[in-house]
């Protein structure tokens, strides 16, 4: 198997730990509905073609849970005997249970919300575990040390945040470090339409506390793809309004696809391909992370490891373009 020679692997911020430059998010498509066959054709492709890190949170689904525990049976079959070649993330900070302790960010969520997704996936420990969203009304000393004590206590080995602001980020890592657990990674939301990060100064402030970082929507919930190039499909997701909104794809929206379209086949590139080299084009960019409905859309947006990288030029008359 040739797994390990198809993708490349970047370092994490300063840390000794690699991640696949892709990485396989459950977000869509692993929940109670959904049909469990495809999901382990799914999961094994990915691994064959060398993603090695697989990223869900404890409310995915649905049902909420539902994408872990289908996970956890994927471990004991399609990738029993595989566990440490694989880097398993989970989050918690979002609503997951009634009450006042399901949802944010308080060390009685984070320690109860990962002890049950360890149960769903039947794991001793996850390889990240990250807050999900900063919680306004717990302090962050208590978040913080909350994640160091799951580190000290073996049920994760690193610990990462998500839509921190570079701020926050940067006073989070500090706790981090004082309670010594450094903050592995930061999970963010960015695509070409899509860069509120680069105002908020987040990737800087990565380089500085020394943390990786993982991009999710890369591909703006299938907007720069070839999806919508000719109109809303009556099965996509804009048609649905579900995440993506079909009042997204304006006309102005949809003539700017179609000049990214021209640009990325002038370079052999795809829509979604381009999209993909965009986001990995800074090295403080550790990972981008993709989800997939069915194998040959994995495929595809991965064919774009194999191109060449856009050049200088490339990036300076993209940039004209969006």
Same mark, same amino acid.
């Given at each position: ?11 994490? &911020? ?76 989970? %989050? ?15 060390? %009685? ?45 073996? %049920?994760?080995?690193?610990? &990462? ?78 048609? %649905? ?82």
């Amino acid at each position: 198997m040739d797994r390990y020679e198809r993708m490349p692997y970047a370092r994490c &911020g300063r840390s000794g730990l690699r991640l696949s430059r892709v990485a396989f998010g459950l977000w869509h498509n692993f929940g109670t509905y959904d049909d469990f066959a495809n999901m382990g054709r799914l999961v094994t492709r990915a691994f064959d073609l060398g993603v090695t890190h697989f990223d869900l949170a404890n409310n995915y689904g649905p049902e909420p849970g539902s994408a872990e525990e289908n996970f956890g049976r994927l471990l004991a079959t399609e990738l029993k005997g595989h566990r440490d070649e694989l880097i398993v993330t989970t %989050k918690a900070g979002h609503l997951m249970w009634p009450g006042p302790y399901g949802d944010w960010g308080s060390r %009685k969520s984070l320690m109860a919300s990962l002890d049950q997704s360890l149960r769903r996936m039947k794991l001793d420990y996850v390889d990240i575990f990250y807050s999900h969203r900063p919680d306004p009304e717990t302090p962050l000393e208590e978040t913080m040390g909350a994640l160091s004590d799951i580190v000290r206590s073996g %049920k994760a080995l690193y610990v &990462g945040i998500s839509k921190y602001s570079a701020a926050q980020t940067r006073a989070a890592a500090e706790i981090l470090a004082r309670n010594g657990t450094p903050l592995l990674i930061h999970q963010f939301r960015y695509n070409m339409f899509t860069r509120g990060i680069e105002g908020d100064g987040l990737l800087d402030a990565l380089e500085e506390v020394g943390a990786g970082g993982i991009c999710f929507s890369p591909l703006a919930q299938g907007l720069l793809t070839s999806r919508y190039l000719a109109g809303i499909p009556s099965d996509s997701r804009a048609a %649905k309004n579900v995440f993506l909104k079909s009042s997204d794809i304006t006309p102005e929206r949809r003539a700017q696809l179609l000049r990214l379209d021209a640009f990325a086949k002038a370079r052999g590139l795809t829509l979604s391909e381009l999209a993909l080299k965009w986001n990995l084009r800074d090295p403080r960019v550790t990972s981008v992370l993709i989800g997939a409905s069915r194998v040959g859309q994995l495929e595809e947006n991965l064919g774009f490891l194999s191109k060449p990288d856009l050049s200088s030029a490339d990036l300076e008359e993209l940039e004209g373009l969006l």
